[in-house]
Each structure stands twice: as C-alpha cells, then as structure tokens.
C-alpha cells in the first residue's frame, strides 16, 4: 500500500507533494492516532508528525506511559496541503480509502482524531473541536475520541490543560481494554 500512496495522483496535492507520509508504528497497535496531513518538515522526510508538533505528540504520550512505536501514527491525507491549509473534502475523501485499509489492517481498538479534519471525518461532520473533544465515541466497536491538534496546543498554550485530561481519559481506557 506503500507504494501506492508513493505514485497516487487520485488528488491534487499529488502535484505539490515531495514526499507522501503513509504513516507509522505498530502495526498491530491497539491505538490509531489520526491527525489532518503532513506539515513542512513531514513532507521533506515523508514520516508523519516529525516536526515540532510531533515532537509534542511524543511528549504527550510519553506523559500516559506511551511510547511512539506502541502506536500507530498518521493522517486523513497523506501528503501536504500547500502553506499547511486544511485538506479540502475532496482531497480528503480522495485519500481515505488508504485510511480505511490502514485501519482494516491495524484493527485498532481506540482511534485517537488529533484536531477537528480528523474529527469530522471519522466521528461527525458536526464536531466542533472546542465543544466536543474529550467525548468518547463508539463506532464499530471501536472507541474514538477527538481532542486538539497538537499543532493547536503549540499556538494556544491555555488549551494544553484540556488536551492533558483527554490523554489522561485515553489511558484509562488503553488500560481497560489491554
Ligand atoms: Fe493520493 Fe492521498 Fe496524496 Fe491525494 S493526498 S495524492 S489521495 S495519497
């Protein structure tokens, strides 16, 4: 699958992209975190989350005793909007069929939707990331919870605190069902 995400050109940010970021860790984590598409630094070294906002992510799972390899990481789109504007629809439901097969082989029990693109796509189109982060969704079997970006943290250090109960209310429930 790899591969081909590496020569999709199923939308337009094929033609942007330098590196696709397909994702990684565990294969058979038991958490999928999903975040909206690759920054700058993700697109030159096509690894999601490698930039200063994953460095954060890391911090905050090392925080509730996770490390990066137990998880699996990686995004609605795979390669990067230009000037890091959020995918369009279309881009998003053009690059979701990789997800759906990542997730199909993965089978994880919790998917972790890291900001609102994530959230809307795989809870509700009606999220709202202020108001309904920190709530658990069930879909599937799967439990689902959308909290912030850590991108978002980084610009807005007053949500830190919110998103620090999110992953607290992660771990307790990665311990309930591992
Ligand atoms: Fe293909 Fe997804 Fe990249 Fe669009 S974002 S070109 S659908 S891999």
């Given at each position: 699958?790899?591969?081909?995400?590496?020569?999709?050109?199923?939308c337009?940010?094929?033609r942007?992209?330098?590196?696709?970021?397909?994702?990684?860790?565990?294969?058979?984590?038991?958490?999928?975190?999903?975040?909206?598409?690759?920054?700058?630094?993700?697109?030159?070294?096509?690894?999601?989350?490698?930039?200063?906002?994953?460095?954060?992510?890391?911090?905050?799972?090392?925080?509730?005793?996770?490390?990066?390899?137990?998880?699996?990481?990686?995004?609605?789109?795979?390669?990067?909007?230009?000037?890091n504007?959020?995918?369009?629809?279309?881009?998003?439901h053009?690059?979701?069929?990789?997800?759906?097969?990542?997730?199909?082989?993965?089978?994880?029990?919790?998917?972790?939707?890291?900001?609102?693109?994530?959230?809307?796509?795989?809870?509700?189109?009606?999220?709202?990331?202020?108001?309904?982060?920190g709530?658990?969704?069930?879909?599937?079997?799967?439990?689902?919870?959308?909290?912030?970006?850590?991108?978002?943290?980084?610009?807005?250090?007053?949500?830190?605190?919110?998103?620090?109960?999110?992953?607290?209310?992660?771990?307790?429930?990665?311990?309930?069902?591992?």
């Open positions: 699958m790899e591969r081909a995400v590496s020569a999709c050109d199923r337009g940010l094929c942007t992209r330098m590196h696709p970021a397909f994702g990684e860790g565990d294969r058979h984590a038991a958490i999928l975190l999903v975040g909206e598409g690759p920054g700058r630094e993700e697109d030159l070294q096509g690894r999601p989350f490698v930039g200063p906002a994953g460095q954060l992510l890391d911090r905050m799972l090392a925080a509730v005793d996770l490390r990066r390899e137990q998880v699996y990481i990686t995004n609605i789109v795979k390669c990067r909007p230009p000037n504007r959020n995918p369009e629809d279309a881009e998003a053009a690059c979701l069929p990789f997800l759906r097969r990542q997730f199909l082989l993965i089978q994880p029990k919790i998917i972790v939707c890291l900001g609102a693109v994530a959230a809307r796509h795989l809870c509700d189109p009606s999220v709202r990331i202020t108001r309904d982060r709530k658990w969704w069930v879909k599937n079997g799967v439990r689902i919870l959308p909290t912030y970006h850590p991108a978002a943290l980084l610009r807005d250090e007053q949500k830190k605190r919110d998103a620090w109960l999110d992953f607290q209310s992660l771990r307790e429930v990665y311990q309930q069902l591992t």
